[in-house]
């Protein structure tokens, strides 16, 4: 039923302004009742950050900024959903348009800049879910205009780590003016020491909520050198790989809007976001899991995705272009994939192909 009016509403939602087009989508998911899915298959249960994931599929933060749908999106198949990025205050983001669908990439390009509700807002939405089951992360962020970035994040840790099935890190953002430069060693090492303290701050109450690092694919790779050393010395519990791109790879056809400012994301981010998660991968030495996202659409990239080093995977922008039912088309996927490779479950799968993939020259 969802699949048939996904189809038909599809070519009408295309026709409307992208960001008009994302809030009717959000409004659809608060009040169309969406059918809960049948049990994901238990060959493609997935255990990391010390959580037990029904399906490796999950849904990317920016779709969700405000928590107002996380269970509808539970419902559709995926496996767990990222909410935010939250900033404590609420903020407007950047002037519109700000949001472009490169459609015959099947890309697009946004510099939304975490326009959202603030934190009273989305902890509301959360703790009123709290007994509700499904794994929903909080993606976390600073302000624009705050005076101690750094404390921000904390501050965030602690408000949301009892509503929280993990938090995210959000360090990789374009579209706040200066927030990448959080990536920077000193500046990391600060920023995770301080998040990771308020998350001990926090344990007694809330348990230990893993947290993760999401990170640029434009880093330059002794930039991730220092980014996955500091990760494994403050002991984060995983790594996104990655954000939006602000590069523009040479194939990009829409040469217009591909002029527009702000991050690139869906098919042509894939090859780039792959190679550094292949990159992250051989880094990381398996002592974190990591989660792939840029341009998974399909069985195909999340297998990819896996193959590179991926535990999960995430999607936004496939959302988009493939509609609804895109979680369960993967898992389908996976599931004969699994079977024709006579295999169990997708861990022997994970980084298979890391070594291979850092040895071609680099994608452009
Ligand atoms: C419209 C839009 C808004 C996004 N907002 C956020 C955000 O608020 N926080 C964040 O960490 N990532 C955000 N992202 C990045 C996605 O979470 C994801 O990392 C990226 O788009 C790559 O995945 P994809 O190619 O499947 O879209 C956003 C992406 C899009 C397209």
């Given at each position: 039923m969802i699949g048939f009016f996904d189809r038909l509403s599809r070519p009408f939602i295309r026709a409307l302004e992208p960001e008009d087009?994302?809030?009717?989508?959000?409004?659809?998911?608060?009040?169309?009742?969406?059918?809960?899915?049948?049990?994901?298959?238990?060959?493609?249960?997935?255990?990391?950050?010390?959580?037990?994931?029904?399906?490796?599929?999950?849904?990317?933060?920016?779709?969700?900024?405000?928590?107002?749908?996380?269970?509808a999106l539970l419902r559709l198949g995926f496996g767990f959903v990222e909410v935010g990025t939250i900033t404590p205050l609420p903020q407007t983001g950047n002037p519109r348009p700000r949001l472009f669908r490169l459609d015959s990439d099947e890309g697009v390009i946004n510099r939304l800049g975490f326009n959202n509700e603030g934190?009273?807002?989305?902890?509301?939405?959360?703790?009123?879910?709290?007994?509700?089951?499904?794994?929903?992360g909080v993606n976390i962020g600073a302000n624009r205009d705050s005076a101690d970035r750094i404390g921000d994040y904390a501050q965030l840790i602690e408000t949301f780590a009892p509503v929280a099935s993990y938090f995210t890190v959000n360090v990789s953002s374009p579209n706040t003016p200066g927030l990448r430069d959080l990536q920077q060693a000193k500046v990391l090492d600060e920023l995770l020491a301080r998040v990771l303290d308020a998350r001990e701050r926090v344990r007694p109450r809330s348990g230990p909520v893993p947290v993760l690092l999401k990170i640029a694919p434009d880093l330059a790779l002794n930039d991730l050198d220092d980014a996955v050393g500091i990760a494994r010395k403050h002991r984060v519990d995983g790594m996104i790989v990655g954000n939006t791109t602000i590069t523009r790879p040479g194939s990009l056809r829409e040469r217009g809007k591909a002029r527009e400012a702000g991050g690139l994301s869906g098919r042509p981010l894939f090859k780039l976001a792959t190679r550094m998660l292949a990159e992250t991968y051989v880094r990381a030495e398996g002592v974190f899991p990591l989660i792939g996202a840029g341009g998974v659409d399909s069985g195909p990239t999340a297998i990819a995705k896996i193959k590179a080093g991926a535990s999960l995977v995430q999607l936004y922008t496939g959302l988009v272009f493939r509609g609804i039912g895109v979680a369960t088309e993967i898992k389908t996927d996976l599931l004969v994939a699994l079977k024709r490779g006579h295999r169990n479950s997708l861990v022997s799968m994970v980084g298979s192909d890391a070594a291979d993939i850092t040895a071609e020259s680099w994608p452009s």
């Open positions: 087009a994302h809030k009717l989508a959000i409004k659809a998911l608060r009040y169309v009742p969406v059918v809960r899915q049948a049990a994901d298959s238990p060959e493609l249960a997935v255990r990391a950050f010390g959580l037990n994931f029904p399906n490796p599929v999950g849904l990317a933060a920016g779709f969700d900024k405000n928590a107002q749908v996380p269970d934190a009273s807002a989305a902890l509301k939405r959360l703790a009123a879910r709290m007994d509700e089951s499904g794994i929903v």
